[in-house]
Protein backbone atom coordinates (compact mmCIF):
# COMPACT_ATOMS: atom_id res chain seq x y z
CA UNK A 1 0.00 0.00 0.00
CA UNK A 2 1.44 2.94 -0.95
CA UNK A 3 1.73 5.94 1.79
CA UNK A 4 0.12 9.58 0.99
CA UNK A 5 3.64 11.10 2.55
CA UNK A 6 5.63 8.85 0.13
CA UNK A 7 3.41 10.04 -2.86
CA UNK A 8 4.53 13.55 -2.81
CA UNK A 9 8.15 12.13 -3.92
CA UNK A 10 7.06 10.31 -7.71
CA UNK A 11 8.09 12.28 -10.14
CA UNK A 12 6.77 11.51 -13.74
CA UNK A 13 9.80 11.36 -16.43
CA UNK A 14 9.39 10.76 -20.62
CA UNK A 15 10.01 7.21 -21.06
CA UNK A 16 13.74 8.32 -22.75
CA UNK A 17 14.62 9.88 -19.28
CA UNK A 18 14.15 6.40 -17.85
CA UNK A 19 17.20 4.27 -17.00
CA UNK A 20 18.40 0.66 -15.29
CA UNK A 21 18.16 1.37 -11.40
CA UNK A 22 15.04 3.75 -11.43
CA UNK A 23 12.06 2.26 -9.51
CA UNK A 24 8.01 3.23 -11.36
CA UNK A 25 5.45 3.19 -9.02
CA UNK A 26 2.70 3.40 -11.91
CA UNK A 27 2.70 2.82 -15.58
CA UNK A 28 -0.22 5.19 -16.43
CA UNK A 29 -1.75 2.17 -17.89
CA UNK A 30 -4.04 -1.35 -17.15
CA UNK A 31 -1.83 -3.92 -15.95
CA UNK A 32 -3.56 -6.34 -19.34
CA UNK A 33 -1.95 -3.39 -21.45
CA UNK A 34 1.62 -3.35 -20.99
CA UNK A 35 4.13 -6.80 -20.40
CA UNK A 36 4.83 -6.56 -16.72
CA UNK A 37 2.05 -8.54 -14.18
CA UNK A 38 2.43 -5.31 -11.63
CA UNK A 39 2.69 -0.90 -12.72
CA UNK A 40 5.69 -1.48 -9.88
CA UNK A 41 9.02 -2.66 -10.76
CA UNK A 42 12.36 -2.09 -10.81
CA UNK A 43 14.37 -0.94 -14.00
CA UNK A 44 17.32 -3.68 -14.17
CA UNK A 45 17.79 -3.93 -17.78
CA UNK A 46 17.49 -1.56 -21.22
CA UNK A 47 15.47 -4.49 -22.69
CA UNK A 48 12.52 -3.75 -19.78
CA UNK A 49 13.04 0.46 -21.12
CA UNK A 50 12.65 -0.99 -24.96
CA UNK A 51 9.38 -3.54 -23.79
CA UNK A 52 7.74 -0.23 -22.11
CA UNK A 53 8.76 2.04 -25.82
CA UNK A 54 7.20 -1.27 -27.30
CA UNK A 55 3.76 -0.99 -25.73
CA UNK A 56 3.42 3.04 -26.60
CA UNK A 57 4.21 4.30 -23.22
CA UNK A 58 5.41 7.48 -23.20
CA UNK A 59 5.67 8.69 -19.84
CA UNK A 60 5.94 7.09 -16.25
CA UNK A 61 6.12 7.64 -12.24
CA UNK A 62 9.64 7.14 -10.84
CA UNK A 63 10.11 6.67 -6.77
CA UNK A 64 13.43 8.09 -6.24
CA UNK A 65 13.69 7.16 -2.97
CA UNK A 66 13.51 3.44 -4.07
CA UNK A 67 15.61 3.89 -7.36
CA UNK A 68 17.85 6.84 -8.98
CA UNK A 69 16.63 9.35 -9.68
CA UNK A 70 16.41 11.50 -12.92
CA UNK A 71 20.09 13.48 -13.44
CA UNK A 72 18.64 16.77 -14.34
CA UNK A 73 15.09 18.92 -14.48
CA UNK A 74 14.64 18.11 -17.88
CA UNK A 75 11.34 16.08 -18.34
CA UNK A 76 10.54 15.59 -14.53
CA UNK A 77 7.71 16.87 -12.89
CA UNK A 78 7.13 15.86 -9.22
CA UNK A 79 3.32 15.14 -8.94
CA UNK A 80 1.15 12.57 -7.32
CA UNK A 81 0.71 9.21 -9.24
CA UNK A 82 -2.64 9.05 -10.40
CA UNK A 83 -5.26 7.64 -8.11
CA UNK A 84 -6.95 4.30 -8.89
CA UNK A 85 -9.55 5.75 -10.55
CA UNK A 86 -7.76 7.48 -12.82
CA UNK A 87 -8.01 7.39 -16.59
CA UNK A 88 -5.64 6.99 -19.33
CA UNK A 89 -6.18 6.07 -23.30
CA UNK A 90 -4.44 3.11 -24.28
CA UNK A 91 -2.23 2.86 -27.35
CA UNK A 92 -4.23 5.27 -29.71
CA UNK A 93 -7.62 4.52 -28.30
CA UNK A 94 -10.34 5.62 -26.16
CA UNK A 95 -10.12 5.72 -22.20
CA UNK A 96 -10.53 3.50 -20.15
CA UNK A 97 -9.93 2.77 -16.51
CA UNK A 98 -5.97 2.79 -15.98
CA UNK A 99 -4.37 1.13 -12.77
CA UNK A 100 -2.82 -1.17 -10.80
CA UNK A 101 -4.95 -3.84 -10.17
CA UNK A 102 -7.08 -2.99 -7.24
CA UNK A 103 -9.07 -6.29 -5.64
CA UNK A 104 -13.04 -6.55 -4.90
CA UNK A 105 -13.41 -7.24 -1.55
CA UNK A 106 -14.39 -10.72 -1.56
CA UNK A 107 -11.09 -12.22 -3.84
CA UNK A 108 -8.31 -9.61 -2.93
CA UNK A 109 -5.91 -11.48 -5.11
CA UNK A 110 -8.14 -11.15 -8.51
CA UNK A 111 -7.17 -7.84 -10.51
CA UNK A 112 -10.49 -6.61 -11.94
CA UNK A 113 -11.46 -6.77 -15.60
CA UNK A 114 -11.89 -3.50 -17.81
CA UNK A 115 -14.61 -3.91 -20.25
CA UNK A 116 -14.17 -4.42 -24.57
CA UNK A 117 -14.52 -0.47 -24.71
CA UNK A 118 -15.23 2.75 -22.52
CA UNK A 119 -19.15 3.03 -21.80
CA UNK A 120 -20.89 5.57 -19.14
CA UNK A 121 -20.42 3.30 -16.51
CA UNK A 122 -16.79 2.68 -17.15
CA UNK A 123 -16.25 6.95 -17.65
CA UNK A 124 -16.74 7.33 -13.94
CA UNK A 125 -13.71 4.87 -13.43
CA UNK A 126 -16.12 2.35 -11.96
CA UNK A 127 -15.76 -1.61 -13.21
CA UNK A 128 -17.97 -4.05 -12.40
CA UNK A 129 -17.87 -6.16 -9.07
CA UNK A 130 -16.97 -9.71 -9.28
CA UNK A 131 -19.66 -11.31 -6.82
CA UNK A 132 -20.24 -14.95 -5.47
CA UNK A 133 -22.44 -17.04 -7.70
CA UNK A 134 -25.85 -18.64 -6.97
CA UNK A 135 -25.76 -22.18 -7.91
CA UNK A 136 -26.69 -22.62 -11.90
CA UNK A 137 -28.77 -25.54 -12.81
CA UNK A 138 -27.53 -25.22 -16.30
CA UNK A 139 -23.99 -25.96 -18.24
CA UNK A 140 -21.70 -24.27 -16.97
CA UNK A 141 -23.10 -23.98 -12.70
CA UNK A 142 -19.88 -23.19 -11.34
CA UNK A 143 -19.18 -25.34 -8.50
CA UNK A 144 -17.12 -25.11 -5.16
CA UNK A 145 -17.67 -24.99 -1.63
CA UNK A 146 -20.98 -24.64 -0.28
CA UNK A 147 -22.26 -24.73 -4.06
CA UNK A 148 -20.91 -21.17 -5.05
CA UNK A 149 -17.95 -20.04 -6.58
CA UNK A 150 -16.26 -17.03 -8.69
CA UNK A 151 -13.59 -16.25 -10.95
CA UNK A 152 -10.73 -17.81 -9.73
CA UNK A 153 -8.44 -15.79 -6.97
CA UNK A 154 -5.19 -17.32 -7.99
CA UNK A 155 -2.69 -14.37 -9.23
CA UNK A 156 -0.39 -17.28 -10.65
CA UNK A 157 -3.36 -18.09 -13.62
CA UNK A 158 -3.34 -13.90 -14.32
CA UNK A 159 0.63 -14.45 -14.15
CA UNK A 160 0.09 -16.60 -17.62
CA UNK A 161 -0.60 -14.05 -19.23
CA UNK A 162 2.10 -11.88 -18.51
CA UNK A 163 5.13 -14.37 -18.38
CA UNK A 164 3.90 -14.86 -22.52
CA UNK A 165 3.57 -11.44 -23.33
CA UNK A 166 6.75 -10.04 -21.26
CA UNK A 167 8.49 -13.10 -23.44
CA UNK A 168 7.17 -13.03 -26.57
CA UNK A 169 4.63 -9.75 -26.90
CA UNK A 170 1.38 -8.83 -26.81
CA UNK A 171 0.22 -11.09 -29.93
CA UNK A 172 2.99 -14.16 -29.28
CA UNK A 173 4.53 -13.28 -32.48
CA UNK A 174 7.96 -12.82 -30.44
CA UNK A 175 8.55 -16.55 -30.02
CA UNK A 176 10.69 -17.47 -32.62
CA UNK A 177 14.35 -17.00 -33.06
CA UNK A 178 15.99 -16.33 -35.74
CA UNK A 179 17.13 -19.77 -36.36
CA UNK A 180 13.84 -20.73 -36.41
CA UNK A 181 11.44 -19.06 -38.20
CA UNK A 182 7.71 -19.00 -38.84
CA UNK A 183 6.44 -21.78 -39.96
CA UNK A 184 3.55 -21.07 -42.09
CA UNK A 185 0.84 -24.31 -41.75
CA UNK A 186 -0.24 -25.66 -44.41
CA UNK A 187 -3.90 -25.09 -45.64
CA UNK A 188 -6.10 -27.93 -44.05
CA UNK A 189 -8.10 -29.70 -47.23
CA UNK A 190 -11.49 -29.94 -45.52
CA UNK A 191 -12.69 -27.56 -42.57
CA UNK A 192 -12.51 -28.98 -39.32
CA UNK A 193 -16.55 -29.11 -38.87
CA UNK A 194 -16.46 -31.77 -41.47
CA UNK A 195 -13.53 -33.87 -40.16
CA UNK A 196 -14.28 -34.32 -36.48
CA UNK A 197 -16.76 -36.86 -37.57
CA UNK A 198 -14.48 -39.07 -38.95
CA UNK A 199 -11.80 -38.49 -36.48
CA UNK A 200 -13.77 -39.64 -33.65
CA UNK A 201 -14.23 -43.08 -35.52
CA UNK A 202 -10.27 -42.62 -36.18
CA UNK A 203 -9.64 -42.41 -32.82
CA UNK A 204 -12.24 -45.04 -31.49
CA UNK A 205 -10.37 -47.65 -33.53
CA UNK A 206 -7.13 -46.72 -32.66
CA UNK A 207 -7.87 -47.03 -29.21
CA UNK A 208 -9.51 -50.62 -29.30
CA UNK A 209 -5.55 -51.39 -31.46
CA UNK A 210 -3.53 -49.80 -28.23
CA UNK A 211 -6.21 -51.87 -25.99
CA UNK A 212 -5.78 -55.29 -27.89
CA UNK A 213 -1.77 -55.20 -28.84
CA UNK A 214 -1.46 -53.98 -24.75
CA UNK A 215 -3.03 -57.03 -23.60
CA UNK A 216 -1.41 -59.59 -25.98
CA UNK A 217 1.90 -58.49 -25.23
CA UNK A 218 0.67 -58.77 -21.15
CA UNK A 219 0.14 -62.20 -22.31
CA UNK A 220 3.24 -62.37 -24.18
CA UNK A 221 2.18 -62.99 -27.59
CA UNK A 222 3.59 -60.32 -30.07
CA UNK A 223 2.75 -57.33 -31.56
CA UNK A 224 0.48 -57.62 -34.78
CA UNK A 225 2.21 -55.03 -37.02
CA UNK A 226 0.48 -54.81 -39.25
CA UNK A 227 -2.95 -53.56 -37.65
CA UNK A 228 -1.12 -51.22 -35.81
CA UNK A 229 0.17 -49.80 -39.11
CA UNK A 230 -3.59 -49.76 -40.47
CA UNK A 231 -4.28 -47.64 -37.68
CA UNK A 232 -1.77 -44.89 -37.94
CA UNK A 233 -2.37 -44.36 -41.86
CA UNK A 234 -5.95 -43.61 -41.16
CA UNK A 235 -4.40 -41.15 -38.43
CA UNK A 236 -2.27 -39.73 -40.99
CA UNK A 237 -5.03 -39.36 -43.56
CA UNK A 238 -7.04 -37.46 -40.57
CA UNK A 239 -4.34 -34.81 -39.84
CA UNK A 240 -3.40 -34.28 -43.45
CA UNK A 241 -7.29 -33.47 -43.91
CA UNK A 242 -7.49 -31.13 -40.79
CA UNK A 243 -5.16 -30.46 -38.41
CA UNK A 244 -7.22 -29.72 -35.37
CA UNK A 245 -9.83 -32.47 -35.67
CA UNK A 246 -7.94 -35.49 -34.44
CA UNK A 247 -5.69 -33.14 -32.02
CA UNK A 248 -8.61 -31.60 -30.78
CA UNK A 249 -9.77 -35.31 -29.56
CA UNK A 250 -6.75 -35.63 -27.24
CA UNK A 251 -8.33 -33.44 -24.58
CA UNK A 252 -11.24 -36.00 -23.79
CA UNK A 253 -9.30 -38.89 -21.42
CA UNK A 254 -10.00 -41.60 -19.43
CA UNK A 255 -8.53 -40.83 -16.30
CA UNK A 256 -8.82 -44.32 -15.21
CA UNK A 257 -7.34 -45.96 -18.81
CA UNK A 258 -3.96 -44.02 -18.79
CA UNK A 259 -1.95 -46.78 -20.40
CA UNK A 260 -3.90 -46.95 -23.38
CA UNK A 261 -4.81 -43.16 -23.28
CA UNK A 262 -1.43 -41.78 -22.81
CA UNK A 263 0.05 -43.68 -26.07
CA UNK A 264 -2.76 -42.87 -28.18
CA UNK A 265 -2.61 -39.51 -27.48
CA UNK A 266 0.93 -39.19 -27.94
CA UNK A 267 1.05 -40.69 -31.01
CA UNK A 268 -1.52 -38.09 -32.54
CA UNK A 269 0.17 -35.54 -31.12
CA UNK A 270 3.47 -36.91 -32.33
CA UNK A 271 1.62 -37.05 -35.92
CA UNK A 272 0.72 -33.65 -35.94
CA UNK A 273 3.83 -31.99 -34.90
CA UNK A 274 5.23 -34.30 -37.61
CA UNK A 275 3.00 -32.08 -39.90
CA UNK A 276 3.99 -29.49 -38.87
CA UNK A 277 7.71 -29.71 -39.62
CA UNK A 278 6.62 -31.13 -43.09
CA UNK A 279 7.93 -33.80 -42.61
CA UNK A 280 6.99 -37.00 -45.28
CA UNK A 281 4.58 -39.16 -45.24
CA UNK A 282 6.67 -41.93 -44.95
CA UNK A 283 8.32 -40.71 -41.73
CA UNK A 284 4.92 -39.85 -40.74
CA UNK A 285 3.79 -43.06 -40.28
CA UNK A 286 6.81 -44.30 -39.04
CA UNK A 287 6.83 -41.70 -36.23
CA UNK A 288 3.20 -42.56 -35.35
CA UNK A 289 3.82 -46.05 -35.61
CA UNK A 290 6.63 -46.04 -32.96
CA UNK A 291 4.73 -43.43 -30.75
CA UNK A 292 1.58 -45.82 -30.57
CA UNK A 293 4.18 -48.36 -29.01
CA UNK A 294 6.43 -46.30 -27.15
CA UNK A 295 5.05 -47.58 -24.10
CA UNK A 296 4.60 -50.83 -24.61
CA UNK A 297 7.63 -52.14 -22.85
CA UNK A 298 5.47 -51.58 -19.57
CA UNK A 299 3.99 -54.15 -20.14
CA UNK A 300 6.64 -56.48 -18.34
CA UNK A 301 6.43 -54.38 -15.33
CA UNK A 302 4.48 -55.03 -12.48
CA UNK A 303 1.48 -52.84 -12.58
CA UNK A 304 1.38 -52.21 -8.61
CA UNK A 305 4.87 -50.03 -9.45
CA UNK A 306 3.47 -48.40 -12.27
CA UNK A 307 -0.09 -47.14 -10.04
CA UNK A 308 2.56 -47.03 -6.99
CA UNK A 309 1.38 -43.32 -5.58
CA UNK A 310 3.79 -43.01 -3.58
CA UNK A 311 7.65 -42.49 -4.14
CA UNK A 312 9.39 -45.52 -6.06
CA UNK A 313 11.90 -46.88 -4.33
CA UNK A 314 15.41 -47.18 -6.03
CA UNK A 315 14.82 -51.18 -7.37
CA UNK A 316 10.86 -49.86 -8.39
CA UNK A 317 13.13 -46.74 -10.60
CA UNK A 318 15.16 -49.09 -11.98
CA UNK A 319 12.80 -51.29 -13.38
CA UNK A 320 10.81 -48.28 -14.55
CA UNK A 321 13.51 -46.74 -16.10
CA UNK A 322 14.16 -50.08 -18.41
CA UNK A 323 10.71 -49.89 -19.75
CA UNK A 324 12.43 -48.12 -23.66
CA UNK A 325 14.59 -50.91 -23.35
CA UNK A 326 11.80 -53.49 -23.11
CA UNK A 327 9.74 -51.67 -26.11
CA UNK A 328 12.47 -51.53 -28.31
CA UNK A 329 12.87 -55.68 -27.83
CA UNK A 330 9.04 -56.42 -27.73
CA UNK A 331 9.65 -54.23 -31.23
CA UNK A 332 12.25 -56.37 -32.31
CA UNK A 333 10.44 -59.63 -31.96
CA UNK A 334 7.57 -58.54 -34.12
CA UNK A 335 7.46 -58.24 -38.16
CA UNK A 336 7.29 -54.60 -40.30
CA UNK A 337 8.19 -52.29 -37.74
CA UNK A 338 10.62 -49.61 -39.56
CA UNK A 339 13.70 -48.44 -37.53
CA UNK A 340 12.69 -45.11 -36.79
CA UNK A 341 9.72 -46.57 -34.83
CA UNK A 342 11.86 -48.29 -32.29
CA UNK A 343 14.50 -45.89 -32.35
CA UNK A 344 11.85 -43.64 -30.88
CA UNK A 345 10.59 -46.12 -28.27
CA UNK A 346 14.22 -46.63 -27.57
CA UNK A 347 14.75 -42.65 -27.08
CA UNK A 348 11.73 -40.87 -25.53
CA UNK A 349 13.49 -40.64 -22.43
CA UNK A 350 16.24 -38.95 -23.55
CA UNK A 351 17.11 -35.81 -22.86
CA UNK A 352 18.72 -32.76 -24.68
CA UNK A 353 21.46 -31.95 -21.37
CA UNK A 354 22.05 -36.02 -21.11
CA UNK A 355 20.05 -36.21 -17.87
CA UNK A 356 17.59 -38.93 -19.56
CA UNK A 357 17.73 -42.45 -19.73
CA UNK A 358 18.17 -45.37 -20.84
CA UNK A 359 21.45 -44.14 -22.35
CA UNK A 360 21.91 -40.58 -21.25
CA UNK A 361 22.33 -39.45 -24.94
CA UNK A 362 23.14 -36.02 -25.59
CA UNK A 363 22.00 -33.59 -28.11
CA UNK A 364 21.89 -34.80 -31.40
CA UNK A 365 22.80 -37.87 -30.63
CA UNK A 366 18.95 -38.05 -29.87
CA UNK A 367 17.29 -38.86 -33.20
CA UNK A 368 14.61 -36.28 -34.59
CA UNK A 369 12.17 -38.85 -33.81
CA UNK A 370 12.52 -39.38 -30.31
CA UNK A 371 13.38 -35.80 -29.79
CA UNK A 372 9.76 -35.06 -30.84
CA UNK A 373 8.39 -38.00 -28.59
CA UNK A 374 10.30 -36.47 -25.82
CA UNK A 375 8.76 -33.39 -25.83
CA UNK A 376 5.21 -34.55 -26.69
CA UNK A 377 5.18 -37.32 -23.87
CA UNK A 378 6.41 -34.74 -21.13
CA UNK A 379 3.45 -32.18 -22.55
CA UNK A 380 0.60 -35.61 -22.40
CA UNK A 381 1.66 -37.04 -19.20
CA UNK A 382 1.94 -33.72 -17.17
CA UNK A 383 -1.32 -33.09 -18.25
CA UNK A 384 -3.40 -35.90 -17.05
CA UNK A 385 -4.08 -37.05 -13.74
CA UNK A 386 -2.06 -40.02 -12.43
CA UNK A 387 -1.71 -41.93 -9.45
CA UNK A 388 1.36 -39.67 -8.29
CA UNK A 389 0.55 -36.41 -9.39
CA UNK A 390 -2.01 -34.39 -10.47
CA UNK A 391 -2.75 -32.82 -14.18
CA UNK A 392 -2.08 -29.60 -14.45
CA UNK A 393 -4.00 -27.57 -17.39
CA UNK A 394 -2.80 -27.75 -21.07
CA UNK A 395 -1.47 -24.11 -20.73
CA UNK A 396 1.26 -24.64 -17.84
CA UNK A 397 2.38 -27.71 -19.45
CA UNK A 398 3.22 -25.67 -22.09
CA UNK A 399 4.84 -23.22 -19.94
CA UNK A 400 6.75 -25.60 -18.51
CA UNK A 401 8.29 -27.21 -21.38
CA UNK A 402 8.94 -23.34 -22.60
CA UNK A 403 10.89 -23.08 -19.52
CA UNK A 404 12.77 -26.37 -19.92
CA UNK A 405 13.45 -25.60 -23.45
CA UNK A 406 17.10 -24.81 -22.95
CA UNK A 407 18.25 -27.77 -21.61
CA UNK A 408 16.26 -30.31 -21.32
CA UNK A 409 14.77 -30.24 -24.72
CA UNK A 410 15.81 -28.97 -28.22
CA UNK A 411 15.47 -25.18 -28.26
CA UNK A 412 14.12 -24.89 -31.88
CA UNK A 413 11.93 -28.10 -31.52
CA UNK A 414 10.64 -26.88 -28.38
CA UNK A 415 9.67 -24.16 -30.33
CA UNK A 416 8.16 -25.57 -33.17
CA UNK A 417 5.53 -27.51 -30.94
CA UNK A 418 4.88 -24.57 -28.88
CA UNK A 419 4.00 -23.54 -32.62
CA UNK A 420 2.03 -26.31 -33.03
CA UNK A 421 -0.44 -26.63 -30.26
CA UNK A 422 -0.45 -23.27 -29.50
CA UNK A 423 0.29 -21.53 -25.82
CA UNK A 424 -3.40 -22.23 -25.01
CA UNK A 425 -3.92 -25.38 -27.31
CA UNK A 426 -7.35 -26.25 -28.50
CA UNK A 427 -10.21 -26.52 -25.97
CA UNK A 428 -8.57 -24.85 -23.12
CA UNK A 429 -11.46 -22.40 -21.33
CA UNK A 430 -10.62 -18.80 -20.73
CA UNK A 431 -11.87 -15.97 -19.28
CA UNK A 432 -11.13 -12.78 -21.31
CA UNK A 433 -11.16 -8.69 -20.77
CA UNK A 434 -14.55 -8.37 -21.62
CA UNK A 435 -15.74 -10.67 -18.83
CA UNK A 436 -17.04 -13.36 -21.31
CA UNK A 437 -15.73 -16.73 -21.13
CA UNK A 438 -14.36 -18.62 -24.14
CA UNK A 439 -13.07 -21.73 -25.39
CA UNK A 440 -9.78 -22.13 -27.55
CA UNK A 441 -11.29 -23.68 -31.14
CA UNK A 442 -8.23 -21.88 -33.17
CA UNK A 443 -4.40 -21.93 -32.72
CA UNK A 444 -2.55 -19.20 -35.14
CA UNK A 445 1.14 -20.27 -35.08
CA UNK A 446 2.27 -16.70 -35.90
CA UNK A 447 -0.17 -15.01 -33.31
CA UNK A 448 0.16 -17.24 -30.19
CA UNK A 449 -1.84 -15.14 -27.56
CA UNK A 450 -4.38 -14.26 -30.31
CA UNK A 451 -6.25 -17.34 -31.16
CA UNK A 452 -9.79 -18.08 -32.15
CA UNK A 453 -12.39 -18.72 -29.28
CA UNK A 454 -15.61 -19.91 -29.02
CA UNK A 455 -17.36 -17.18 -26.89
CA UNK A 456 -19.95 -19.41 -24.22
CA UNK A 457 -20.39 -16.78 -21.13
CA UNK A 458 -21.29 -13.40 -21.55
CA UNK A 459 -20.43 -13.14 -18.46
CA UNK A 460 -19.55 -15.74 -15.39
CA UNK A 461 -23.59 -16.38 -14.43
CA UNK A 462 -24.58 -15.75 -18.25
CA UNK A 463 -24.75 -18.35 -20.73
CA UNK A 464 -25.40 -16.95 -24.21
CA UNK A 465 -28.32 -18.46 -25.49
CA UNK A 466 -25.91 -19.04 -28.79
CA UNK A 467 -22.20 -19.08 -28.37
CA UNK A 468 -20.31 -17.80 -31.26
CA UNK A 469 -17.10 -17.20 -32.79
CA UNK A 470 -14.29 -14.39 -32.06
CA UNK A 471 -10.72 -13.51 -33.51
CA UNK A 472 -8.35 -12.24 -31.09
CA UNK A 473 -6.42 -10.17 -33.75
CA UNK A 474 -9.77 -7.89 -34.02
CA UNK A 475 -9.60 -4.73 -32.99
CA UNK A 476 -12.39 -2.02 -32.42
CA UNK A 477 -13.33 0.72 -34.45
CA UNK A 478 -12.52 3.47 -32.37
CA UNK A 479 -8.45 3.03 -31.49
CA UNK A 480 -5.77 0.37 -32.62
CA UNK A 481 -6.45 -1.60 -29.30
CA UNK A 482 -7.67 -5.42 -29.40
CA UNK A 483 -11.42 -5.79 -29.22
CA UNK A 484 -10.43 -9.12 -26.78
CA UNK A 485 -7.79 -10.29 -24.63
CA UNK A 486 -7.19 -13.34 -22.57
CA UNK A 487 -7.04 -12.81 -18.85
CA UNK A 488 -5.98 -15.96 -17.88
CA UNK A 489 -7.29 -19.83 -18.25
CA UNK A 490 -9.83 -21.39 -16.22
CA UNK A 491 -10.15 -24.58 -14.76
CA UNK A 492 -13.27 -26.21 -16.54
CA UNK A 493 -13.73 -28.74 -13.92
CA UNK A 494 -13.97 -26.08 -11.29
CA UNK A 495 -16.59 -24.06 -13.31
CA UNK A 496 -18.41 -27.53 -14.18
CA UNK A 497 -18.08 -26.74 -17.92
CA UNK A 498 -17.63 -29.81 -20.15
CA UNK A 499 -15.25 -28.31 -22.98
CA UNK A 500 -15.96 -31.64 -25.02
CA UNK A 501 -19.43 -30.91 -25.43
CA UNK A 502 -19.17 -27.71 -26.55
CA UNK A 503 -16.56 -28.75 -29.50
CA UNK A 504 -18.28 -31.32 -29.69
CA UNK A 505 -21.19 -29.18 -31.14
CA UNK A 506 -19.03 -26.74 -32.43
CA UNK A 507 -20.90 -27.77 -36.25
CA UNK A 508 -24.32 -27.13 -35.03
CA UNK A 509 -22.62 -23.58 -33.30
CA UNK A 510 -21.23 -23.03 -36.62
CA UNK A 511 -23.81 -23.57 -38.64
CA UNK A 512 -25.66 -20.82 -35.92
CA UNK A 513 -23.03 -18.61 -35.06
CA UNK A 514 -23.94 -14.86 -34.54
CA UNK A 515 -21.26 -12.43 -35.57
CA UNK A 516 -19.08 -11.36 -32.68
CA UNK A 517 -20.05 -8.35 -30.32
Not at 123 to 128: K, Q
Not at 440 to 454: A, E
Request: aromatic share 8%.
Amino acid sequence: MIKEADKANFKKISIHDLKVGMFIVNLGRSWIQHPFFRNQLTIDSPKKIEKLKKYGIQEVYIDPQRGLDVPSPRGAEKVPAPESRGLNPPPGGSAVRMEEPQPPALHPSFPPLRGAGISPIQATGYVPSIEVLAPNPIKGQPMGEEGTDAYPESPEKSDSVAFWEENIGPGGEGLFSPESPLRVPFDDEIPFIQEIHAARRVKEEAEKVVRNVMTAVRMGKSIEGDRVKRAVHSMVDSILRNHDALTSLTRMKSYDEYMFVHSLDVCILSLSMARHLSLPREEMVEIGIGALLHDVGKMKIDPQILKKPATLSETEWVQVRKHPIYSLEMMEESKGIPEQAKQLALQHHERFNGNGYPFGLKGEAISLSGQIAGIVDFYDAVTTDRPFQKAVQPHEAIRKIYERGMEEFNRLLMERFIQCIGIYPFGTLVLLDTEEMGIICGVKPNMLLRPDVLIIHRDSKTPYPQPFLADLTEKTAQSSWYKRSIVMPLDPQRWNIRTEDYLRDLNRTLRGSVPAV
